[in-house]
C-alpha cells in the first residue's frame, strides 16, 4: 500500500539563460508546476553546487512555448513538497521532453531525511525512449493512490513474480503483451529502453537523506536525446516481500517528490501491490535533476505576455520577449514573431509582431463586453525552427447586477472557482438563490482596472479567503469618497492575512491612508497573534461587542438564544485558508465590533453624513462557527456539537448590509393594505429615477429592468423583506435614450410599469 510522508521544504525556482557555446551543459528538472526547467551549469561549477543554486532560487518570471523553460510560480517562492514512498519492487518514472538534441551526462535523484531506504538498499536505474503518446494523454489519465481507476494504465503478465504476478518491463515479462489497465491507455508508457547504454539498468546505493549520482559514462555509451523526442529514467525499490520477517513491514524507498501543479504530469509510478495494479499517473513530480549537453540548434524562446479581464474594448497591446541561440554553433537569430487572436468561436487571425530580438509588440483586436479574446505568437528562428507559445484568453467584464463581490484570495478550495466559493460570501438566504451580484477575480483578471470598476457599484463585499492577493485598499478609499447622502457606498472587507501588505510588520496608518481614514484601523498589529510556534490550537473564540448592530448583531442574539459561544477555526471550516488574524487598534471614530478577548479582530466605521460605511474584519467569517463551551468535541469534531452552527445558519452579514446600507429603503408610514408598484418618478428621466413599491406582508422581492426587447438589464431587489413601504433609485447612466420596463414580483403579485430614458 502507498503511503504519502508529507514533508515541507523550501523551492525556490530558477531563472532561463542562454545556451551560448557548443556542447553548454545544462541542469534540468521537472518542477512544481509541470513545467521542464533548463539552468545553464557555470564554468568550474559543481552539479551538487548548482542544484544547491537552483534551489535558492534564480527564477522571475515564466517563459512559454518552450518545454525547457524556468519560473518561479509562486511568488513568496515558497512550495510544499512531498516525500514519496515506494515499497516492495515499486517504481518511480520520469520523462522529459527535450528543446534540443544533445546527451544525458549525469543523473540525481534525493532520498529524504527521517526515513528508510528499503531492506535491499540498491536501486537500479533505467532509461527509456517512452512512447511519445505520453505527451498528450487526456487529462483524465491520472489517478491517486494507485486505488484509482482513472489512472491505471497497465502491466505486463510475469508468472515468475511470486508478489503479484505482474512486472513493469517488457523484458521481464513472461508474456510480452501489454496488459491494459482501467484507463483508455493500451500502450507500454515507457516505451523501448535505451539499448546503446545498460540494458537492465546501473545499480546505485542508496542511504538515507542524501542526493546520489549517477555518472552516465561509467556505464557504458552516452545517452543521446533528439529535439521533441521524449526520454526518461525509472527508479525501482529492490527489496521484495519475502525479504521482510514474518510479521514484519514492508520497508520503503523513500524518493523526494513534490505536488504538481499542472497536467501533464511528468511522474508515474508502478504498484506491485495494490487493487489497481501497474502503472500510475501521479499527481507529484519525482525530485529528479539531469545534466544534459545541448549539441543541436533548437527553436527560440518565447516569453507571451499574459493579459487579464478588462472593462476596456478597445484594442490593447500584448508584448513578447523572444530569443534565439544555437548551441551547435551555427547560424541563430530571431526571423519572425507571428500574433494570431480571435474573439469568441471566430477564427484566429494573423497579424506580425513588430520589434527587434528581444522585444516584441503586437496588436490584439478591440472587443464587446462579454466577449473573449484569445491569442498566441509563433516565433521563427533563422533556420526555420519555430516556438507556438501557450494561448492566453481575457474577457471583456460586462457588468450586470448592482452589488460587487470581489474575490481576492490567494488559493481556492478543492473543486471550487471563484464563482463557487463567492455564492458562500455573499449568501443572503439560501445557496441556490439567484445571482444577484457581479464577481471580479482580482489573481485572474488584474487589479489594474478595480479603479474603474469600482465607479459602476454602491456596494462592495472584498473577500480573500487565505490572505489578500493584491492590496485594493487605496482604491477603496477613493472609491468610497465618492459617496454621497442620496448614494451612499458600502464596502464589507473580510481578510485573515492582510499583514501581506507591509511584509507582516506592525503597522500604524497616517490619518490620510484608506486604512485609518475610511476602514477605521490606526494600527495593523500584533501579526498573527494567535500562532504559537508549531504548535497550532484551534478554535480561537471570537466574542460579538454588540447585539444591537444592525450587520452583525445577529450572531450574539443566535448565541445568547442557543447558549453558545462563536469560535474562528479556519482548519476546519475552510481547510485551505490556514491563516491566523491580526490585531487592530481602531481609530477614535470607528467602533470595535469583535474581540478575541481584549483584542480588537472586526471594526465599523461609518461617515458622519453616513455617505459611506465600512466593515474590517481581520478574519474570514465564512471560517467561524457556534459551539457548546463545554462540548468535548470542540476541538476534533465540532460538527458532533449539538450546538454547533456554521455562521451562514445563523444569518448574512451582506443581506443585513444590503438591506441597511443601499438604495433599497424603507419609507416612514403605517403598514400599506396592499401590494402595489408606483409609477417611477420623475419620467422621462436622465439619468435616475426613484421606484415606490408596498408590501403588506413579509415577501421575498424582486424588482427587475427590461429594455424593449425584454431583455434583462438590472435586478434591482432580489431579496426577502419585511412587510412596508419602499424605494429604490434606478441609476441608467450606463444606459443609452429609450423605453424601459420594470416589474415588481412578490409572492404571487407581479406588475409592470414603462419608464423612457432620455439623455
Not at 431579496?719 to 412596508?724: K, L, R
Amino acid at each position: 500500500m502507498m503511503k504519502k510522508l508529507f514533508t515541507v521544504s523550501l523551492l525556490v525556482l530558477f531563472i532561463a539563460a542562454s545556451l551560448m557555446a557548443e556542447g553548454q551543459k545544462v541542469l534540468m528538472r521537472i518542477n512544481g508546476n509541470g513545467d521542464q526547467e533548463a539552468m545553464v551549469i557555470r564554468k568550474g561549477e559543481s552539479t551538487l553546487n548548482a542544484i544547491a543554486r537552483a534551489e535558492k532560487g534564480f527564477s522571475m518570471a515564466k517563459v512559454n512555448g518552450l518545454v525547457d523553460t524556468l519560473f518561479n510560480y509562486d511568488k513568496s517562492g515558497v512550495s510544499t513538497n512531498t516525500a514519496f514512498s515506494f515499497n516492495a519492487h515499486d517504481v518511480a518514472f520520469t520523462w522529459f521532453l527535450p528543446a534540443a538534441g544533445g546527451l544525458v551526462r549525469e543523473l540525481w535523484f534525493n532520498t529524504s531525511v527521517g526515513y528508510t531506504i528499503g531492506i535491499a538498499p540498491k536501486a537500479p536505474v533505467r532509461a527509456w525512449y517512452p512512447d511519445v503518446r505520453v505527451t498528450t494523454l487526456p487529462t483524465t489519465e491520472w489517478g491517486s493512490g494507485g486505488t484509482s481507476a482513472a489512472g491505471n494504465l497497465g502491466y505486463y503478465k510475469c508468472v515468475t513474480d511470486g508478489e503479484g504476478l505482474r512486472t513493469p518491463f517488457r523484458d521481464e515479462a513472461t508474456d510480452t503483451a501489454f496488459v491494459k489497465g482501467l484507463a483508455a491507455v493500451t500502450f507500454d508508457p515507457l516505451g523501448k529502453e535505451v539499448s546503446t547504454w545498460l540494458p537492465g539498468g546501473a545499480p546505485v546505493n542508496l542511504f538515507v537523506g542524501a542526493w546520489h549520482k549517477l555518472v552516465i559514462a561509467d556505464w557504458g555509451d552516452s545517452i543521446p536525446f533528439k529535439l521533441g523526442v521524449p526520454f526518461g529514467f525509472t527508479i525501482q525499490n529492490l527489496t521484495s516481500l519475502a525479504m521482510t520477517p514474518p510479521g514484519g513491514i514492508d520497508t520503503t524507498m523513500v524518493l523526494g517528490a513534490q505536488s504538481s501543479l499542472n497536467y501533464p504530469y511528468h511522474s508515474y509510478k508502478f504498484y506491485e501491490g495494490t487493487a489497481y495494479v501497474g502503472w500510475q499517473i501521479r499527481q507529484y513530480e519525482w525530485r529528479i535533476y539531469l545534466v544534459a549537453e545541448y549539441t543541436t540548434d533548437r527553436p527560440p524562446k518565447a516569453a507571451l505576455q499574459q493579459l487579464f479581464t478588462t472593462l476596456k474594448t478597445t484594442a490593447r497591446t500584448v508584448t513578447a520577449t523572444v530569443t534565439d541561440d544555437n548551441p551547435a554553433g551555427g547560424a541563430k537569430g530571431v526571423k519572425t514573431v507571428d500574433l494570431y487572436a480571435k474573439i469568441n468561436s471566430g477564427a484566429f487571425a494573423k497579424s506580425s509582431m513588430t520589434g527587434t530580438e528581444p522585444n516584441y509588440t503586437g496588436t490584439l483586436p478591440a472587443a464587446a463586453a462579454g466577449d473573449t479574446v484569445s491569442y498566441y505568437i509563433v516565433a521563427t528562428d533563422v533556420n526555420n525552427n519555430f516556438t507556438t507559445s501557450a494561448t492566453y484568453s481575457y474577457t471583456i467584464f460586462a457588468p450586470k447586477y448592482k452589488y460587487l463581490c470581489i474575490w481576492n484570495g490567494r488559493t481556492l478550495p478543492t473543486g471550487l472557482t471563484a464563482a463557487g466559493v463567492a455564492k458562500y460570501y455573499m449568501k443572503k438566504d439560501s445557496l441556490t438563490e439567484k445571482t444577484y451580484y457581479d464577481l471580479w477575480d482580482v489573481k485572474s483578471y488584474g487589479k489594474t482596472d478595480v479603479p474603474d470598476l469600482l465607479k459602476l457599484y454602491d456596494f462592495v463585499n472584498e473577500v480573500t479567503g487565505d490572505g489578500g492577493y493584491a492590496d485594493l485598499t487605496g482604491y477603496a478609499g477613493t472609491w468610497l469618497a465618492t459617496g454621497t447622502v442620496a448614494k451612499p457606498k458600502t464596502y464589507l472587507f473580510s481578510d485573515q492575512d492582510h499583514g501581506f501588505i507591509s511584509g507582516y510588520a506592525d503597522t500604524t496608518f497616517a490619518a490620510t491612508d484608506a486604512h485609518n481614514k475610511y476602514f477605521g484601523v490606526l494600527t495593523l498589529g500584533p501579526q498573527d497573534y494567535p500562532y504559537v510556534s508549531s504548535n497550532v490550537t484551534w478554535p480561537w473564540k471570537l466574542t460579538p461587542q454588540d447585539s444591537t448592530d444592525n450587520l452583525v448583531g445577529f450572531i450574539q442574539k443566535w448565541a445568547n438564544k442557543t447558549s453558545s459561544t462563536f469560535w474562528y477555526h479556519p482548519n476546519f471550516e475552510l481547510p485551505p485558508f490556514l491563516n491566523w488574524m491580526d490585531e487592530l487598534k481602531p481609530t477614535t471614530a470607528a467602533k470595535a465590533i469583535f474581540k478575541d478577548g481584549a483584542r480588537v479582530v472586526g471594526v465599523r466605521n461609518n461617515a458622519a453624513d453616513n455617505s459611506w460605511h465600512t466593515t474590517y474584519l481581520a478574519f474570514d467569517y465564512l471560517c467561524t462557527d457556534f459551539r457548546s463551551d463545554t462540548a468535548t468535541s470542540k476541538y476534533a469534531t465540532p460538527d458532533k456539537d449539538p450546538k454547533y452552527a456554521w455562521i451562514l445558519d445563523a444569518g448574512s452579514i451582506v443581506k443585513n448590509a444590503i438591506l441597511a446600507y443601499t438604495s433599497v429603503s424603507p419609507v416612514n408610514g403605517a403598514v400599506p393594505v396592499d401590494f402595489s408598484l408606483s409609477q417611477n418618478y420623475p419620467n422621462p428621466f436622465n439619468p435616475s429615477t426613484l421606484i415606490e413599491y408596498t408590501l403588506p406582508q413579509n415577501s421575498f422581492v424582486t424588482l427587475k429592468v427590461y429594455n424593449a426587447i425584454g431583455q434583462e438589464i438590472a435586478s434591482l431587489v432580489n431579496s426577502e423583506m419585511n412587510s412596508g413601504r419602499y424605494s429604490v433609485t434606478f441609476d441608467a447612466s450606463r444606459f443609452s435614450s429609450g423605453v424601459y420596463f420594470y416589474t415588481l414580483t412578490a409572492g404571487s403579485f407581479t406588475q409592470t410599469h414603462k419608464m423612457v430614458l432620455m439623455k
